[in-house]
C-alpha cells in the first residue's frame, strides 16, 4: 500500500520529498521542499521552494507560505474567523456560504510546534514564533513572537537566522 493520498491537480516543483500518510489536493509545492507524515495541505494553498513543513500539519486554503519558511510540528492554519457549520436557515454550509479568509507567512519564517494560526494575518520575513503560540494578528518582520495571544518579545537586528539564537 502506498499511504498517499495526492490529487492530480497537485503541482510540484522538483525534488519535492514526501513522507508517508499525506492529504494533498489542489495545492503547489516549491522546489526542494520537505513534507513530513500526517500533513494536510488543502487547495488554493501555495508552498514556496525550500520549506519544510513538519508531520501532522494543516495548511488550509488561503494560505500562502514563501521560501526558506519552516513550519513545525502540528501546526495548524486557520481560514475562517467565524466558522459555522450550518446557514441561518439551518442547513449545512457549503463553499458558498462563505469566504476565505488569507494567510501569508513570508520568506525565511520559522513557526514552533503546535501554533495555531489565525486567518487574515502576515508573518513578517524571519519572524519566529515560539512554540504554543496562538497568532491572533499580523507579526512584523525579524520579530520573536509567543504566548496566547502571540506577543512580540524581542525584535533581531537583521534578518540573519545566525542572529535570532546568539
Same mark, same amino acid.
Given at each position: ?24 489536493? @489542489?495545492? =503547489? +509545492? &516549491?522546489?526542494?521542499?520537505? $513534507?513530513?507524515?500526517?500533513?494536510? #495541505?488543502?487547495?488554493? /494553498?501555495? !508552498? %514556496? ?58 520568506? @525565511?519564517? =520559522? +513557526? &514552533?510546534?503546535?501554533?495555531? $494560526?489565525?486567518?487574515?494575518?502576515? #508573518?513578517?520575513?524571519? /519572524?519566529? !514564533? %515560539? ?36
Amino acid at each position: 500500500m502506498n499511504y498517499l493520498c495526492i490529487a492530480d491537480d497537485v503541482k510540484f516543483g522538483n525534488n519535492v520529498k514526501l513522507s508517508k500518510y499525506i492529504n494533498l489536493y @489542489g495545492c =503547489s +509545492i &516549491g522546489d526542494n521542499t520537505k $513534507i513530513g507524515a500526517f500533513v494536510e #495541505i488543502q487547495k488554493n /494553498a501555495f !508552498i %514556496g521552494k525550500n520549506c519544510k513543513v513538519s508531520s501532522h500539519s494543516f495548511i488550509c486554503e488561503g494560505v500562502t507560505i514563501e521560501d526558506e519558511v519552516f513550519i513545525g510540528h502540528n501546526v495548524t492554519f486557520i481560514n475562517d474567523k467565524k466558522p459555522r457549520a450550518t446557514t441561518n436557515n439551518g442547513k449545512l454550509q457549503t463553499e458558498s456560504d462563505w469566504k476565505v479568509e488569507p494567510t501569508l507567512v513570508k520568506r @525565511g519564517a =520559522s +513557526i &514552533g510546534s503546535s501554533c495555531t $494560526i489565525l486567518s487574515n494575518i502576515t #508573518i513578517g520575513e524571519y /519572524a519566529i !514564533i %515560539g512554540a504554543g503560540s496562538v497568532v491572533t494578528k499580523d507579526v512584523p518582520p525579524n520579530a520573536i513572537v509567543a504566548g496566547n495571544p502571540a506577543k512580540i518579545l524581542k525584535k533581531l537586528d537583521s534578518n540573519n537566522y545566525e542572529s535570532a539564537i546568539s
